[in-house]
């Protein structure tokens, strides 16, 4: 079982930033994949980024490449994703997630991670 909690989210203009943290809780962290999605009103979430356990591979969706930062400390237990050059079409709910079982990868698709958080609001005016 893994508990996951975000913050950090709320209200920046557009090229402006923003940084997510994601606390984890039950399981040894730094063998957990985990990622970052986000679902804007009335589409699918879709995937953003997401990291290896030890944070050596990252993967990015193309539109958020070279604005968005996912890192992790395994010592605090903590995902972030810091969001730089924001855009209005980033406005979405953000969610963490873990992929826990071994055949977890950094690009696992999201319907193969296991637990999710509650979910943080970003909204980016124009």
């Known amino acids: 079982q893994v508990q996951l909690v975000e913050s950090g989210g709320g209200l920046a203009q557009a090229g402006g930033s923003l940084r997510l943290s994601c606390a984890a809780s039950?399981?040894?962290?730094?063998?957990?994949?985990m990622g970052w999605f986000r679902q804007a009103p009335g589409k699918e979430r879709e995937f953003v980024a997401a990291?290896?356990?030890?944070?050596?591979?990252?993967y990015y969706k193309d539109s958020v490449k070279g604005r968005f930062t996912i890192s992790r400390d395994n010592a605090k237990n903590t995902l972030y994703l810091q969001m730089n050059s924001l855009k209005p079409e980033d406005t979405a709910v953000y969610y963490c997630?873990?992929?826990?079982?071994?055949?977890?990868?950094?690009?696992?698709?999201?319907?193969?991670?296991?637990?999710w958080g509650q979910g943080t609001q970003v909204t980016v005016s124009s």
């Open positions: 997630a873990a992929c826990v079982r071994d055949r977890c990868k950094y690009y696992s698709p999201q319907n193969e991670y296991d637990y």
């Open positions: 039950g399981r040894a962290f730094s063998t957990v994949v």
């Open positions: 990291i290896s356990g030890i944070g050596v591979d990252i």
